[in-house]
């Protein structure tokens, strides 16, 4: 008996200890955001949190930011005609056709994979467009939807072999990119070229003569206007959405902040294109996939299936994603693109030939890709890399023209920068895996 009563003691002691009773008039203790503190803090808060971000290896586009300043500052050292409103508009062009495989290849590289095939899969969607319009009389636009369909067609089943078959990406595509250069080189015959009459609706879009609103000056000063609207409403909707969640919202003046720098920058950009010929319908197309594009990525739900999946398949597939719809689905996409780059390159030339998508093409947009900040390890990057990484390449191409340089040091520079922009991802995520945040 004595015992059991020492027993039921200490067992009451040790709930007393171990659980103690809570007050129920207690007020609750309230959590805080660290990033609302860091905007209490006005502008001492960000250079906080910018230098804390630089520490745990989040540098964003930082480096190629950075990288293009430099790139520019020497080439207009070396030859006053670089940043002239002529070579500007140049690039603004030349980068466009490139820059849609490489929209295309962030998808895949969101997942962690690769697409090898992009380049002859916009080469033969060129050939497909010339012999439908140029060999059968088919309507034009009618040819040009029948070409994107040809390469979504073509990256699903690239897609299925991968998500369903289990073959490595690496592998389909590597096939493709032979297979479908010779199906290319099968359609072209024995001339190898096929001219496509300038006129022709998608051909005469993208021609290197054809700017958007042609008859009026204003037209880059439209397209800046549109962007600054758009980019207003676009944060000032998710300050309200942000609001009804209870979660941290970018405060009315770092938006008005934002806006107006972005004005500056986009008007800038129209007063020098205007000095030239206007802005290019194939700059306007560009822009467009890639705001298009970036707000699938970033607002829809198919946009953060994607991430999650090239975040961690097992995690995606235990949330219920279904893994292999996404793969395909990114892969036709990737065929899209290729397809609608093929596109532009048949408006830069009027014509399809043996060289379209060839050479370097698919170097240069993944370089595109890796440089402006999507990781060539899956889950991380922006559709906007595409812009940033075009800009660097081209930029370099355009300079060294402009210098007179070989073809051979383009590609041993273009190929060190592609160098440098990978190892900077690396050390960046070990970074991020020692403070945590990976």
Known sequence: MSDTSNVSKTDATEQDTVAPAEDPTAAPVAVVDPRLLVREEGFKGYI??????????????????????????????KNSLFLSADNLSSISY?????????????????????????????????????????????????????????????????????????????????????????LMLWLLGSSGTINIPADSGPVHLLGQNSFFMDQAVVGAYVLAGLGVVLALVGQFNDQRRRKAAGVPFRPT????????????????????????????????????????????????????????????????????????????????????????????FAGQTASATLNAGGGNTLMLAIAAAVIGGTSLFGGRGSVWSALLGMLVIQSIQTGLDLLNMNTSIQYMITGGVLLGAVVIDSVSRKSQKAAGRA
């Open 94 to 182: 030349f980068m466009s056709a490139t820059g849609m495989l490489a929209i295309g290849l962030v998808f895949v590289l969101l997942l962690g994979e690769i697409d090898l095939s992009v380049g002859s899969v916009s080469g033969l969607a060129s050939t497909v467009f010339a012999v439908f319009v140029v060999t059968h009389g088919m309507n034009p636009w009618l040819a040009l939807v029948l070409t994107i369909i040809t390469g979504i067609g073509i990256g699903a089943i690239q897609g299925w072999f991968f998500a369903k078959i289990g073959v490595p990406a690496f592998v389909v595509t590597l096939a493709g990119f032979l297979g479908w250069n010779g």
């Open 253 to 344: 003046s770092e938006i008005l902040l934002r806006v107006v720098l972005l004005a500056i920058a986009s008007f800038a950009a129209a007063a020098v294109l205007n000095n030239a010929s206007g802005v290019s319908n194939a700059l306007v197309i560009f822009l467009a996939s890639l705001v298009i594009v970036d707000f699938v990525l970033r607002r829809t739900t198919f946009g953060r299936k994607v991430f999650a999946v090239g975040g961690g398949i097992e995690a995606a597939r235990r949330a219920g994603i279904s893994v292999p719809m996404v793969r395909i689905t990114v892969f036709a996409i990737s065929g899209a693109f290729a397809a609608i780059g093929g596109m532009f």
């Open 48 to 77: 906080t949190e910018f230098k804390r971000k630089i520490k745990g290896g989040e540098l964003g586009s930082l480096p190629v930011f950075v990288g293009l300043i430099i790139i520019w500052t020497i080439f207009q050292a």
